[in-house]
């Protein structure tokens, strides 16, 4: 088995609470990966920590065997690592051909070019297209994002994610707040992400997590309560005392 | 040397009297009010005109001017600045600097574009000397009474009930809404009070930083130094923000003139970029 | 709907975002109308162009970047100064000159964009305004380069190209004005078109997303940073150059004020902004000065009021209608 993504030691602490507890943590290439845990377990925190968005107070994160422990948020993205947010951080002004455009030309380094048109460049356009189709943001590809309905600005931000051809993806509660019915259409398309990606999948719906994942790590107080294959983790005396027992009433 | 300290701390109590009311204000709403200065400068019109037109002695013109700038700061609060919390800091700076314009021109159209000058009574006038400093007899009796202010609102912030729904709505004030506290009302008195002050510190200030319709713009910049170093969420943090800059201010007018305010705009600069939420502000994440 | 179509689809939706509209070539049109159909306003007409030029540059940062400024008078004042000392001192060469005002002030703008790459708004607004006092008191100080409070005077310039001399009615200073605008607009509308432009979209847009989709906030906010710097400069070198006199009311806080009020009624976010605000502040300014010269002051504080209390809906809704309708007469001509 071969890693993409890896924690050692990981903590972080805001003031005196602590939101991540001496994490070790590995992500195998190509793994259908879920993080669960109690709201306030700090799944979100480790998420920030991996991409750069927050900095750990101690610990070190590897990605692909690299240390990006002090590698910028960009550079990481640059590096194959990519995510989405649990509460949509969407470019609200743009459409979402520009949007995904937006990043797909900062993954063929034309971030820095003054002077070409945007629709000049046939590469661009190309994988902006296929973006597009493959989440099927053709029919409102020219609306403003910000008066889409929010089940479509959740398929934006997986398909913004995904545009930049990460080969670690990290979802964060992808789902949360979707209708029932929109809800198996997103995660239809969470499933048919291509395989040698691999998923880091946030989530608290159980059915869903058990029908994606071959491994489940659970995260509690900041710290992993337990990790396996979803039957060892569902068996696990511990979580369900701690987790899956509250969930399996509520 | 001493006697510039001296200057310099008094200059620093006007400044806090007339900067902390826009603290609170900041802190309170998120709201950048820059026409702050302009209450500032009402008050100093208002001792003048109760000098010179009513006759009134200096020490009853000083609560005329706090009163009538409060008066205003609730009135306004109420009919123009309220539509402004919901909007972008852009368009509240846009709105403030329409404030303070108006207020110049229109100071210039009703009380003329001279300097104007208050009779100060005979007992503070003159300086004395104390153990080899001259000791100004009016720049002693702002610093007492000045302080006075700053330990009065200082307990009164902490200490009171008032205070305490004041702190928990500056900290976050969706918070102390769901906790019932009167956020809005609050803040207009807190807006009125702050005013006031403003204008009494404009009243106090004649006799030292001057007084004509450019005022309001002229010290802007000052305010908003003793804010943005100072930090919004203490009484404390614009009051060693304000007596840093009076000293500054008071020490670089008078050992190298021909730098005028340079020092203290670059000291700013250097100060916002090495600590971006304030001197005196508790860290945050 | 196959593969293929949503790609041209795609390659239309990018082209439509820089089509040249016919309104804007109308306007265009207008502005060199204006010097046939206005041959005595000519001066102001320059005044128009050089403070359309200076709105654009802030629309590149404001607009464009999300960056709030309360001094970008600074790099006005830095590029009026550069250019008239480098008329005086070295060169009468008019387009020498704005090249070395451009570039003083872009360098400037390089140096201090590392003071607005962290903070709040409010901070970035101070930090603006006080590197803007600085200069102010600088150009004020060091008088005997800038000439102080008496202004830096005895510019004489050179012929523009070495044909067209300045003459006293602005013939040529409104030419000049309004083609080194025109050139410097075209570059920033190509500019705002481009993957870079994008990413600052991105950036003021939403600044953690940006950088979760690869983008290098700082290194971008430094590159328009600079580049608006040296359009700003090149709008004070203009000033400059056209009246021959540069005066510490350049550098002023309401100089900066006042373009913030430009972009304000015109529209940040789209260029054009800046040139219609330029136009209507100038306009307004004429009538408040033709009947209340002295407290014009009070009447733009008056408007700014009113304005941010809800009249920019009124003047945005109008202009959109305007836009509109001549968007449509320009449909029904065959393409
Ligand atoms: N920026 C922050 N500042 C202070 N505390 C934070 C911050 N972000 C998260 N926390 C705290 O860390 C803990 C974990 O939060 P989070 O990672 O969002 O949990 P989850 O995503 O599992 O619901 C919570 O107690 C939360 O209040
Ligand atoms: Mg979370």
New binding site residues.
Partial sequence: MSVALQTFDLCKS??G?T?TDHVDFTLAKGARHALI?P????????VNLLTGVLRPSSGRVELKGEDITAVSREARVGRGLARTF?INQLFGTMTPVEMIALVTSERLGRGRQLLRALDRDAELVAETAEILARFRLDDIMDERIATLPYGKQRQIEIAAAFAAKPSVLLLDEPAAGVPEAERRELMAMVAGLPEDVSVLLIEHDMDLVFRFATRITV?VNGHVLAEGDPDEVARDPAVRAAYLGEHAHG | MLTILFDGVAYGMILFVLACGLSVTMGLMNFINLAHGAFAMFGGYVTVLAMQRLGLPFLWALPAAFLVAAAAGLVLERLVYRPMYAKSHLDQVMFSIGLVFMAVAGADYLMGSSQQFVQLPAWLSGRFDLAGIGVGRYRLFIILLCGALAFAMQWGFTRTRFGSRLRAAVDDARVARGLGIPVNRLFALTFAFGSGLAGLGGALGIELMGLDPTFSLKFMIYFLIVVTVGGTSTISGPFFAAMLLGVADVAGKYLVPQLGAFIIYALMVVLLITRPHGLFARGR? | MSEGSIEARVQRSLYAARRWHPAEIMFWLLAVAAFFLLPRQLLILNEIAILGLFAVSLDLILGYAGIVSLGHAAFFGFGAYAAGLFAKHASADPLAGLAVGMGAAGLLGLLTSPLILRGSDLTRLMVTLGVALILGELANSLGWLTGGADGLQGIMMGSVLGLFEFDIFGKVAYLYSLAVLFVLFVLARRIVGSPFGLSLRAIRDNPLRASASGVPLHWRLVAVYTLAAAYAGAAGALLAQTTQFVSLDVLAFHRSADLMLVLIIGGAGYLYGGLIGAVAFKLLQDVIASFTPQYWMFWIGLFLVLFVLGGRELIHGGIKAVVGRVARLGRRSPT
Avoid at chain 1, 39 to 46: D, E, I, Q
């Fill in positions: 805001f003031g609470i939101a845990g709201n306030g377990a700090g799944k979100t925190t480790f649990q995260l | 994440a």
